[in-house]
C-alpha cells in the first residue's frame, strides 16, 4: 500500500509577529503581537526518499514570509483578512504547497473580558 501524499504536511508552530491590525483606533496606532500556526501541506515523499532541502518545502523560508506577511502588510481591519493575505502569500510561495490552513491570533485582544488570545483558522488550497 502507498501513502496518500495528501496526508503529508509540514508544520510550524508558534510563530510570533508584531503587526499594526485592528478595527479600534488604539489598535492602529502601534504594533501588537500575533502568533501563527501554519500546516503546509505537501508531497513529502520525494524530500523523505532523497533526505535533499531541494525536494521540499523550505519551512525557514516559509516562517520568514508569514512573519513579514503580519509585520510589513498594509494594516488589517479583521483577522480574517490579515489571515488570508498569510496564506495567498504562502501558496504562492512554492507550487509544491497544495493547501495551507493558517490560524492568526492576537496575543493582547482589546476586549473588556479577562481572554488570553483570540484568533481564526483558515483553510485555502490551489
Do not use: C, N, W
Not at 523550505?58 to 481591519?77: F, H, M, Q, T
Request: net charge negative; proline share 6%; hydrophobic share 45%.
Amino acid at each position: 500500500m502507498s501513502a496518500d501524499p495528501s496526508r503529508d504536511r509540514i508544520e510550524l508552530r508558534g510563530l510570533r509577529a508584531s503587526g499594526i491590525h485592528g478595527v479600534l483606533p488604539e489598535e492602529r496606532t502601534r504594533a501588537q503581537p500575533f502568533e501563527l500556526d501554519l500546516d503546509l501541506a505537501v508531497d513529502l515523499a520525494p524530500s523523505a526518499a532523497s533526505d535533499r532541502l531541494a525536494d521540499t518545502v523550505d519551512y525557514g523560508a516559509i516562517a520568514e514570509l508569514a512573519v513579514r506577511v503580519v509585520s510589513e502588510s498594509a494594516p488589517r481591519d479583521l483577522l480574517e483578512s490579515l489571515a488570508g493575505t498569510v496564506a495567498d502569500a504562502v501558496l504562492g510561495s512554492d507550487p509544491r504547497i497544495d493547501a495551507v490552513t493558517v490560524t492568526l491570533r492576537k496575543l493582547r485582544p482589546p476586549l473588556a473580558v479577562d481572554v488570553s488570545t483570540v484568533g481564526v483558522t483558515i483553510t485555502r488550497g490551489r
